[in-house]
């Protein structure tokens, strides 16, 4: 069993929804939790950083971690075509250990 | 300023032959890392640096891939007799320091072993 567990989807949504990304973790070490983005054929852009339990907001994302129950979620309000995208959540205490990425694609 | 860069962007090679990926981190950052992108297979971690400390290899799936860092900067990742299995983007990426966060990504190299 993998240390972190996502499920690949895909995930279609319409433009305006509200998306829940989400990944489960086994390894109580982990301290740091992170989503990035991908893009087709690019590296990984990194859109949300937390280390403690709880949310964080930053614009129309809000990233949640629940150590108790290790699971982290990631939403995306009012949903945009350009959101379309692998999002990939990742964790450590240093080198990232990653999900294998949900594929999303908001449609117009 | 200038993000983490990589070259070359795309790498097609027989098998056999050896391979060189550079990396050229944001310029500050001490803690460097290597990774691996297959289809199916998410982002691997291969091996990091951090400053002059000995560097974590504990990724590397065998003997033929090595790594250094020279000046605490550039890194090369060096595939030797690269076989078809090896065939995946490998992408690098720093940080400000030894912790995990925030690490910033290059775009990759699409290493591809006919």
């Known amino acids: 069993q993998k240390e972190v567990e996502q499920d690949p989807g895909p995930l279609s949504v319409p433009e305006g929804a509200i998306v829940s990304l989400n990944c489960t973790y086994s390894?109580?070490?982990?301290?740091?939790f992170m989503w990035y983005r991908q893009y087709s054929r690019k590296g990984p852009e990194l859109l949300m950083y937390?280390?403690?339990?709880g949310n964080k907001e930053d614009g129309r994302f809000t990233a949640q971690v629940d150590k108790s129950s290790k699971y982290i979620s990631l939403f995306i309000r009012d949903s945009q075509p350009s959101d379309s995208a692998t999002y990939l959540c990742?964790?450590?205490?240093?080198?990232?250990?990653f999900g294998k990425g949900t594929s999303l694609l908001v449609t117009p | 300023g200038a993000g983490v860069s990589q070259s070359p962007s795309n790498k097609v090679t027989e098998k056999g032959k050896d391979v060189e990926l550079r990396c050229d981190p944001i310029s500050g950052h001490t803690a460097l890392y290597w990774y691996r992108q297959s289809l199916g297979q998410g982002l691997e971690f291969l091996i990091y640096?951090?400053?002059?400390?000995?560097?974590?290899k504990s990724g590397l799936p065998s003997d033929r891939f090595s790594a250094e860092r020279t000046g605490g900067s550039v890194s090369t990742l060096t595939i030797q007799r690269t076989q078809q299995e090896d065939s995946a983007v490998y992408l690098c990426?720093?940080?400000?320091?030894?912790?995990?966060?925030?690490?910033?990504f290059g775009p990759g190299t699409r290493l591809t072993v006919l």
């Open positions: 990742a964790m450590s205490p240093y080198a990232l250990n």
């Open positions: 390894n109580s070490a982990f301290q740091y």
């Open positions: 990426a720093s940080s400000l320091a030894h912790s995990g966060r925030e690490q910033f």
């Open positions: 937390t280390y403690s339990s």
């Open positions: 640096f951090q400053g002059n400390s000995a560097p974590d």
